[in-house]
């Protein structure tokens, strides 16, 4: 039976709390958190990880030990653990708890079974084991334990940030779900009520510190003025507590909400076992009428608040509620008839707060409090929509089935077309450059410029020497004898996201840099949009982006399409293609917002300290901005979607460059030798060994 | 779920191993001469179908025999006959054993106990549970140590059986207690055995479920037989569809509601959601939970079935979850929106209000992904971010849903449908 007296004896500040298999994923994630939370985490143990350290953003961080009698024997006497979480893999549970009793006897006083899918047989066997040997076991499947005056907490209770749901105060929340104890404790407080202890019994069908030996350190626990008990159906685990609490005259009062009544009668029904064994007393219904007994009220309408105060000043039992929300109102009913002050001031009040409402025709049949209205909301969201949903940037097109059918092109029997331009016109009239942008942008270029500025992409797209990775493959495809469309598709299939691909990420910067500006005709200059400052402030946020990635070891997003390996040997770097298209612009009077302010990122990185070097404008970032100068004033004006915007760049590369990839071909099909690009054995390397 | 297993599969994998007297069986399809044979040796048999349901005999499909042409019909006609709505496997004919005395028997688990125990009772039927305590006893087992000898004789005189039946009985209730805890059961059953004054005991009626965290059941090497089961069209294509992966969960069970379609991500919250909105009246047609992280292609079908069975009878769409840790909300939600527009597009607009609720990682493109698709269906929206509480935004869906439905044509989209911001044009123009 349970050791502890009180409620603290199940946690409390100072306790030392060991994790079993620490370094499993969710344990070293819960242990870190705790750890910023409470730092009551003083070591680990998992088989064949001896030596490793959980690393904690506060710097405390977590020694791994091997096996828990190493553990143990290692430890200095004030960091020997006397709590125990068990986030060992189901097989491993009963053989981990009982190293725990063999080696921890003595010094652990409490074990905390985390782990879900453990067999009922094991279950009930930790129970056997822990009441011979004067072990607490809390468990299996539950979520832990927190303890919110001592701001101390065990497992994953109050998730990623238990601060933020639990706040001080006087309820005690017992539950069979972990994540009810949660959002209960956000709940209470819009009822000015804070929390004492929040206990996540566990939802397997033992629950082995169950709720009458919980209800029973409630009671006793000087900080619980009230207990909200979450329970769900199976086990007669409430109707020994309430038997208990009538016997012993138990004086603190109970909200309680009891879930699960919607599945009766829907489920497959209980053999005669469990009928015989668990009787009448398991089902959500015969629990919600125990507790209604118990009580001696009807189940809690907050229409009827004064009712119940005059009642509930009577019974001084507590309140059952019928939905989790019913929660504050019955709360402040329950202060009332008790005449208790709140913990605290309420927190904002539980209400609808709608983000995004567009109810159309049907707003006007509803009553008015069907109608909700968006108000102001919560940070970060408020910025975020503003930005990603109400800023209208790009297009918003409809779908339907495409099947046999296209916006792009057409044919009536006569004429083929582009967008609704005839081909045969196009063939007379305008160049290939033109007519491709038709069909990508959905209508004729606007300016003639754009089309040579897009020839001139294409044309530096072309190649950059036989050894890129592109003209690689479409030499493969000679010298395996292939034809040559494979050497084009081969080509097309050896650029990508890094080799050629990167202007994507360019355009997805410029967009993001440019989205909250006032940006209309990116040929202009004089708009008012300050390019340092935007510069500066991307700069800023890259640094402190690249600083927190590699303090946390990983790796960070580089600014796209800056820099190059070949052009990269001065102390200010220029890819000449680029230059090539700069000195288009400049002598034509022309003027690309984009790449200008490509150019002065690549100055501001290196003045801030970002670079070592002023990194070339690449090539792609070239075509980029080419292609983003043409996208932008339709992006604006919503004739064309983000994504397609993203697109035009890599297209462009892939255009050019498989016109490259065919010249490549038939250079090396006519003059290179059969199978002459294969490696001979003698160069290959093995990185293993031989096993058979 | 948990294995169950009834009679037949007592008879054949389980009572010869454990060493239970069990009495003998054929099964159907059965040569008649084999039928014959058996009766002329037993006297009489009892046909059964092979269904993993009670109330068997309620049904009327328990049958004593004596006749094995009699027999032979019977075996057919009930192994074609559904029990509570549920098809036999088969059927069954067991030898029937004569008894001066029946005891009914369960070992299972128990909550107050938290341990194993064994309970005893001389009344059975369906009302068993309404026994009175001086017929039934309930003995704790030491889950260590187990059921001796003694124990169960104990147990037995309680209930005032003595002399060579009680010691006979008592060795079978050890055998079950063996069978028990070392294939793993949750719980089993028989009931009853029937019993002579001169102490012969058969097992008659088998009920066990193993638990399926316990991996002794598996240790067994038997592969037990896959009863046909009562689910509906949609809870069985949603049941193959999970199966069919393990990214991401896709758990369904019909409710038989008729005005809530609800998608909803979660464990707990899926049934806090599906709780409040049953007593609040908002009619939910099931429950779900389809958390876990599942990737794009794998929520778009499972969401694809949802509307298949149910979107053209649905008057409100609910997709609501807590705040995830790890599901993207952004994947799902595009995954969900272009379900959506699919089933528009082959089956027509539909223009029922849809109520959305939910935080986690990728939450804004999430809900401008959905937004875009809602607003080009012309759907009216109201969208909830986590700082509602989710018991609140079922509250309000479980009221807007049961407002009485508006004529399809009034309700249709108009050309006076609200401003649609971020719609574009739905072609570009050349």
Known sequence: ?692 | MNVRVGELGFLKELAGRFKIPAPDYVVEPVAQSVVREKLERWGAGIIKPDVLTGKRGKAGMVRTVTDYREAVRMLKQVAATEVSGQQPRTAYMVQSVPADLEVFSAITYHSGLLGPSLTLSLEGGVDIESVADSAKATIPVCVFRGLNAYEASEALSKLGLDGQLNANLARCLVSLWDLFISTGMLSCEINPWRVTRSGEVHACDFKATFDENNRKFRDLGIQWPEYPTNETPFEEEMKDWAASSYRGQAHVSDLGGKRILPILFGGGASTIIIETLSQLGGDPIFLSDFGGNPPYERMKQTAAICFKHYLGEATLLLILGGKANNTRIDVTFAAIADALQEWVDEHGPRDIPVVVGRGGPGLIQGLGQLKKTLDNLGMPYVFFGPDTPITMVAAYAAELASLPAEPQAEAAPSTDAAPQTDAAPQEVTS
């Open chain 1, 1 to 692: 039976m349970i050791k502890a007296k009180s409620l603290s004896d199940l946690l409390k500040k100072g306790d030392r709390v060991a994790v079993s298999n620490i370094t499993g994923r969710e344990a070293s994630a819960v242990s870190c958190v705790s750890q910023v939370y409470c730092n009551n985490v003083v070591a680990g143990w998992s088989l064949g990880k001896a030596g490793r350290t959980i690393t904690v953003p506060s710097g405390d961080d977590i020694p791994v030990f091997g096996q828990f009698d190493q553990m143990m024997n290692d430890l200095p006497e004030d960091k020997k653990p006397n709590k125990i979480i068990v986030y060992s893999p189901p097989e491993a549970v009963y053989g981990d708890v009982k190293e725990v009793i063999e080696h921890g006897k003595g010094q652990v006083e409490t074990m905390y079974v985390i782990t879900e899918n453990v067999s009922i047989e094991v279950t009930a066997k930790l129970r056997r084991l822990c009441d011979q040997e004067g072990f607490d076991i809390v468990g299996c499947n539950t979520l832990g334990v927190i303890n919110v005056h001592d701001q101390v907490r065990v497992g994953a209770v109050g998730g990623d940030s238990p601060a933020e749901s639990f706040l001080p105060g006087s309820a005690c929340i017992l539950s069979n779900s972990g994540n009810m104890v949660n959002t209960i404790a956000s709940y209470l407080q819009s009822a000015g009520l804070g929390v004492s202890y929040g206990v996540a019994t566990g939802k397997d069908p033992l629950i082995l510190t169950p709720m009458k030996r919980l209800l029973g350190l409630a009671e006793r626990d000087e900080r619980t003025k009230l207990i909200v008990l979450y329970v769900e159906p199976g086990g007669t685990y409430e109707h020994e507590a309430l038997e208990m609490a009538r016997a012993e005259g138990f004086t603190k009062p109970l909200l309680v909400y009891v879930a699960g009544s919607f599945a009766e009668g829907k489920n497959v029904s209980l053999g005669h076992a469990g009928a015989v064994v668990e009787g009448n007393l398991t089902t959500a219904t015969a629990k919600m009428a125990l507790f209604d007994e118990y009580l001696g009220l009807p189940v809690f309408n907050p229409d009827h608040q004064k009712e119940f105060v005059a009642q509930l000043a009577q019974t001084r039992r507590g309140l059952r509620v019928n939905t989790l929300h019913d929660l504050v109102p019955a709360a402040a009913t329950l202060l009332a008839a008790m005449e208790w002050e709140r913990d605290m001031m309420p927190k904002s009040p539980l209400v609808l707060k709608p983000w995004l409402v567009n109810l159309g025709p049907l707003a006007g049949k509803l009553p008015n409090r069907l109608v909700p209205h968006v108000e102001a909301i919560i940070e970060p969201y408020g910025s975020l929509i503003k930005k990603y949903i109400h800023s209208g940037l790009g297009r918003t097109p409809s779908r339907q089935s495409m099947r046999n059918a296209s916006h792009a092109s057409s044919n009536d029997g006569v004429t083929p077309r582009v967008w609704g331009y005839s081909l045969l016109n196009q063939m007379k009239a305008h160049s290939f450059v033109k007519s491709v942008l038709l069909y990508w942008l959905g209508e004729p270029v606007r300016y003639e410029f754009e089309a040579r500025l897009f020839e001139m992409s294409l044309i530096a797209a072309l190649t950059n020497g036989p050894g890129t990775i592109s003209a690689q493959g479409a030499k493969l495809c000679a010298s395996a004898g292939n034809d040559p469309h494979v050497a084009m598709m081969t080509t097309l299939g050896t650029i990508g996201e890094t080799h050629g691909g990167n202007g994507r990420l360019a355009a997805k910067l410029l967009i993001d840099v440019f989205s909250n500006t006032t940006l209309v005709d990116p040929y202009r200059r004089d708009q008012g949009i300050a390019l340092d400052e935007l510069a500066a402030a991307h700069v800023s946020t890259f640094k402190k982006h690249k600083a927190a990635a590699k303090e946390a070891g990983i790796d960070y997003a580089k600014v796209p399409c800056l820099g190059h390996p070949v052009f990269n040997k001065a102390t200010v770097n220029h890819d000449p293609r680029e230059r090539i298209i700069s000195a288009y612009l400049e002598e034509n009077d022309l003027y690309n917002i984009f790449l200008d302010f490509y150019h002065r990122l690549a100055k501001e990185l290196y003045s801030q300290q970002a670079t070592s070097k002023v990194h070339a404008v690449n090539v792609d970032a070239a075509i980029t901005c080419v292609l983003m100068g043409i996208a932008w004033p339709r992006l604006v004006e919503k004739q064309m979607t983000v994504e397609r915007a993203l697109d035009l760049p890599f297209l462009a590369f892939a255009l050019g460059r498989v016109a490259g990839g065919a010249g490549e071909y038939l250079d090396h099909r006519e003059t290179g030798t059969e199978m002459d690009m294969r490696v001979p054995v003698a160069e290959c390397r093995t990185l293993g060994r031989a096993r058979d």
